[in-house]
């Protein structure tokens, strides 16, 4: 594979979600290495219309992409169509209305580099509700505290682009749980899983999202016949379980300050599990 001039590749794709896109555009040029990104949002027959919302940006950035659709298409097409297009070696992807760290990407792509022997990896996440305390998608550190930590590792993932050549690509048969099945695949290959255990992503929990529909027993009916368990919990998983209550009695060691810059501690950082 040629090398480019990105260092990751992020998808965000875009249904239903033209009141995001203001917050999202601020929120991934805050990115500490946003110049070394690419980020490639889809947005496929959304009745709202982000393209014309997201258009204007990629005048004034040559790194934020666009690609559409008139048809719509599930997530998971929709990731897939993100991950033949991206340009970098390492791949990753974000919801609309969930938040990256302002270093999350810095440090995913520096864990990455260090550890040519991690084919995919994620970080720990933060759940956050309509009802949290605090400002919305805010890293602040008082906030974190309080805030439950995610026990999956499905609402971010980093992957190397060339990974579809052993795990294959995300499953387009799935509606509602092709992460997890990804996630499945993986932990049943041989492929090298990472953590990076800091508190990077906020995952906005709603009642409405895709993962509380009734659909997901037919997709585990779908799945059962692929004969793969699905499952989180890998030895990474049940290892973030610990993290988790570390984090509950000892916070301060993962988080970072909300303004943080990661150029001298994200290469130290880089190469420890």
């Known amino acids: 594979m040629q090398p ?3 260092r990751i590749s992020c998808i965000i794709s875009t249904y239903c979600d033209a009141a995001y896109v203001s917050k999202k555009m601020e929120e ?7 110049d070394e990104v690419e980020f490639i949002f889809i947005e496929t027959g959304s009745p709202e219309c982000e393209r014309e919302l997201i258009r204007p940006y990629l005048d004034k950035f040559s790194n934020i992409k666009l690609l559409t659709t008139d048809d719509r298409m599930g997530l998971y097409q929709a ?32 864990y990455m580099e260090a550890r040519r022997e991690k084919d995919l ?3 720990m996440i933060a759940y956050q509700y309509e009802t949290s305390k605090g400002d919305r998608d805010s890293f602040d550190s008082e906030r974190l505290r309080h805030l439950k ?6 609402p971010f993932t980093a992957w190397r682009k060339d990974v579809s050549e052993r795990l294959g690509m995300f499953d387009e048969n799935f509606q509602v749980m092709g992460d ?4 499945s695949r993986a932990i ?36 059962a016949g692929k004969g793969i368990g699905l499952s989180w919990l890998s030895w990474k998983g049940r290892l973030l379980l610990l993290h988790r209550k570390l984090f509950r009695l000892f916070p301060q060691p993962y988080l970072l300050p909300d303004s943080a810059s990661c150029r001298e ?9």
């Not at 906005?204 to 895709?210: D, E, K, M, R």
């Not at 501690?265 to 599990?273: F, K, L, N, P, T």
């Open 4 to 6: 480019t001039a990105y």
């Open 28 to 34: 991934i040029e805050r990115q500490t290495i946003f």
């Open 79 to 110: 990731w897939n169509m993100g991950w033949n297009a991206a340009q970098a070696d390492v791949v990753c992807y974000s919801n609309m209305d969930d938040a990256l760290h302002p270093c999350c990407l810095e440090y995913v792509a520096n």
């Open 121 to 123: 990896c994620s970080v």
């Open 149 to 154: 930590i995610s026990r999956r590792l499905g």
């Open 180 to 183: 997890l099945d990804f996630w």
């Open 188 to 223: 049943d290959s041989d492929v090298g899983i990472g953590m990076i255990y800091k508190v990077l992503y906020l995952y906005s929990v709603a009642p409405t999202q895709l993962s509380k529909s009734k659909g997901m027993e037919t997709e585990r009916r779908y799945s």
């Open 265 to 273: 501690v994200g290469r130290d950082q880089a190469g420890r599990d």
